[in-house]
């Protein structure tokens, strides 16, 4: 069942089966076809597959077609055998690259990175200082046909029998799993998917990274009982009301992670990176993009629990400061008790749109931005470009957010010197990409 209110023709050609030629690669775990004159976005393809594209969304009227490759007419050389029994059209909706080498999910992303950079802001990717690659991770370079287990936190949906499973694609249904390959084995050792759920309707599984701590978020079915858990493993347990809000069942309400020789405390539904070499790797990255110099002040806008505020404060030293603004408030206490030890710091709670214009600070030498999916929109750039910073770091875990954010940048005065793109999401179509930007070098 498909949870979205359309007229019945917008579907009208869903089932329909069309034997297409597939071409590039497009942002969002697809590629592009077309049928008589009308665009598909076909999953489990790759490009230059010839393959039967069975449509699932979509009708003659449709600006696109969505369909699944339901038959490999013609594989790619890089087309593998999908390791996980779960994955493939109509499946699990987690993995969008299970059935492509891992490093052609690599060369995929750099094509997704170069197409938004190009259409989007306007950069070539000498432009935008990037070599065109997308590193992995340390430990993840796998063999075909292997899975790097890298997923510490994964948010399970349950059935109306109370299984535990995955969500299909752009579906509210659930695809029953025994094991989720890419779950680091912190999170399979919990065994969430042995279990029965009743009453219960989704369960996030956390497994830290920087200590022992394991969490599960139980959001209960309206008018469900929590149950009492008994897991693999001891873990803490909280609970989501019908509001949204998270209580502590039992053990601690958060995890704590290590990142840049401290440890972090993260609440539940406060925001820490998923893969466990991501938020060292983006630390470092950040940091020798921008070079901190001692006494300099700097804004960590988006700021989470406090990550890059902190490594920041330890490089500006005692005669610097820092500002963090991050709009959770339980992230905001817990970057306040992160940093507590270092008093050049504040955190101010509160949307960076708002709050930055209300601190009144006209300048600043160094400034990251690590906003959420949507990007920091044109205001945000505008207000930090105005601010006058040596190096600005730009964090961005959508390219497409990046790459119009960049266009701004390019119209206030900021030019990327360098850019870094990590796969942080292996066997999914997402990527993290680094950006150093600099003034504009003064034409005369
Ligand atoms: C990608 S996370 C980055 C967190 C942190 N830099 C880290 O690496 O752990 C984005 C953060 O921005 C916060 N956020 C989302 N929209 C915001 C806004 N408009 N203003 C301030 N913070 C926002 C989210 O709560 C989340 O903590």
Known sequence: MQHRTKAPEADALVGERYEVEVGPVAHGGHCVARHEGQVLFVRHALPGERVIAEVTEGGPDSRFLRADAVEILQASPDRVEAPCPFSGPGKCGGCDWQHAAPGAQRRLKVQVITEQLERLGGLTPQEAGWDGTVEPAPGDKVAKGEVPAWRTRVQYAVDADGHAGLRRHRSHEVERIDRCLIAAPGVSELGVESR???????????????????????????????????????????????????????????????????????????????????????????????????????????????????????????????????????????????????????????????????????EADLVVLDPPRTGAGHATVRHVASLGPRRIAYVACDPAALARDLRWFGEAGYVPRRMRAFDLFPMTHHVECVVILEPAPKSS
């Open 196 to 362: 029965d759920w009743p009453g219960i309707a989704t369960v996030e599984a956390i497994s830290a990274t920087g200590s022992s701590d394991r969490q599960v978020i139980i959001t209960p079915r309206p008018g469900g009982r929590l149950p009492i858990v008994e897991l693999d493993r001891p873990v803490s347990v909280m609970r989501v009301d019908e509001q949204g809000g998270v209580h502590r069942v039992h053990g601690r309400g958060f995890v704590r992670e290590r990142a840049d020789d401290r440890t972090w405390r993260v609440g539940s539904g406060g925001f820490w990176q998923v893969h466990p070499m991501a938020a060292e790797l983006l630390v470092e990255a950040v940091m020798q993009g921008l070079t901190p110099r001692k006494g300099e002040t700097a804004l960590d806008l988006y700021c989470g629990v406090g990550l890059f505020a902190g490594a920041l404060a330890e490089r500006v030293g005692e005669t610097g400061a820092v500002l963090g603004i991050e709009s959770g408030k339980r992230a905001v206490e817990d970057a306040r008790h992160n940093l507590g030890d270092l008093d050049r710091v504040r955190i101010e709670q509160g949307k960076v749109e708002t709050v930055l214009p209300r601190t009144g600070i006209t």
